[in-house]
């Protein structure tokens, strides 16, 4: 589902025309007037593993790219019904420098991480889910684990948020190389 509504926030416009294929790649651009771009994936599942291989262009720091877990009926504006989240790449600004960030929300609270990466080079984001817990992984390696987890049917989101007077303004591109699911095994997370 490509999404054709207001910004995260309800600030700036997802249209549409801001993703771009080539190169093999998909493309998410953000315009300096907040025209942005995200799209959802169809298919849900409670529990698994969802990875996806992005880099970002230098540009302006209003903007947040994000690959996110949300429960079915959510994404594009629509705020999640039962308070789960979980943003396995959530790309966060400190002056003059990005660093990604792992965030998971469930009905039983809040925990996040940080990770000192150049954002701008290829790099793997992944998470679990099971009912024991949910892991993250950078390229490969475990940087979040949390005996948390949602318990509701999620989709895979891929967004490319306008936080506008937050940063920099002007534009930015999200480059996604490759995006999926696999069922987890029976036995849980990691």
Not at 3 to 17: A, E, F, M, V
Not at 30 to 39: C, H, P, Y
């Amino acid at each position: 589902m490509i999404y054709d509504s207001p910004g995260h926030d309800n600030k700036g416009r997802r249209s549409p025309d801001q993703l771009f294929i080539g190169n093999g790649s998909l493309y998410l651009y953000g315009r300096a007037d907040g025209t942005t771009a995200g799209l959802g994936r169809r298919h849900s599942a409670a529990y698994g593993r969802w990875e996806t291989r992005v880099r970002m262009y230098e540009g302006a720091d209003s903007y947040h790219p994000i690959a996110l877990l949300w429960p079915d009926g959510g994404g594009g504006g629509v705020h999640s019904a039962t308070g789960e989240e979980i943003d396995f790449l959530g790309v966060m600004d400190r002056p003059g420098r990005w660093r990604a960030n792992f965030f998971l929300q469930t009905p039983q609270g809040e925990e996040q991480s940080y990770s000192e990466v150049d954002m701008t080079d290829w790099h793997t984001y992944a998470v679990e889910n099971s009912p024991s817990g949910v892991v993250g992984y950078l390229d490969g390696r475990e940087w979040f684990r949390s005996s948390m987890s949602t318990r509701s049917p999620m989709s895979v989101c891929l967004q490319l948020d306008w936080f506008p007077g937050h940063g920099s303004p002007g534009e930015a591109w999200m480059e996604v190389d490759w995006l999926r699911f696999h069922p987890l095994e029976s036995g849980g997370t990691g």
